[in-house]
């Protein structure tokens, strides 16, 4: 990994880390769906203006338009919707523990679709990693039901792990479109595309955005700028100058920084089982990754 490379994934560990706290102040003062679509307005407002000040196209050709499209709900559409739901009853350093299964799914998805060789091993790391994310989900009942057992399912929890599956599937679909476009044109159109399905939640908007606090509102825009739209572009940039396996290895870091973050500006304090499960997540993300990687070096 070259140092412009690593640099890049620095600020986007950073800047990841710190977006799950931002959601949670967001969401003290609007609806998770108004939220996202605020978020992503922002974000593509950004993209725009540069294009046009750039001169650059907004869409992609039209061959690649659906395609485009599709990458666009799973990694904007469904997937911030599903996070933000679902954040709206779990903490942010457990919901970003259970987004660091990604990277294992996201090779479990590449020996699946793309035929990636995966050695056994990996599949145990990605057994291990759902194991950690089932005692995430119940070290976190939901805040919603005070009667409800400390060990029982939060299905908020669930809702992040398919946030989790739809950003792995993300992962490894937008590699070939690195090969036609720029990192910085492609985070546009699917930041953009990404956008209009988001339309669904604007009933309500404006009533939400006068009523909510100025924290509240300077966190959704925060989220859209840095966390969304730079960091697409950063994401994009590094999957295009290096490895998946390198790129996600420094995601690791995310739920690190995301947990720090959530302690000084929430007051968050993980649970016992919270701690566990997201040591046993990240222990099995690390035998996918490293094991695929042994099998890499050693292959003719």
Known sequence: MTLPVMLSMIV???LWGS???????????MTPGHFTLLRFIAASLCFIIYGLVRRKRLLPAARDLGYVFLLSVLGVSFYHSALNFGQAKVSAGAASLIIATAPAMSAALASLLLHEYLPKLAWGGLAVSLAGVGLIVLGNPSSADTTTSPTAVNPYALL???AALSTAFFVVLQKPMLKRYS????????TVLGTLPLIIFAPGLLTDLADASPVALGAAIYAGIF???LCYVIFAYALANTSVAQVTT????????STLFAWFLLGE??????????????????IVQQTKRKAISSSP
């Open 269 to 286: 304090v993980p649970t016992q089982l919270t701690f566990i499960g997201g040591f046993v997540a990240l222990l099995g993300v690390l």
């Open 19 to 29: 977006a799950f706290p931002a959601i949670k102040l967001a969401l003290t003062g």
């Open 12 to 14: 986007l560990v950073v």
């Open 227 to 229: 966390p969304a739209a």
């Open 250 to 257: 420094m995601l690791y870091l995310v739920p690190v920084v």
């Open 160 to 162: 992040i792990l398919a």
């Open 183 to 190: 990192s910085l044109d492609l985070a546009g159109f699917i």
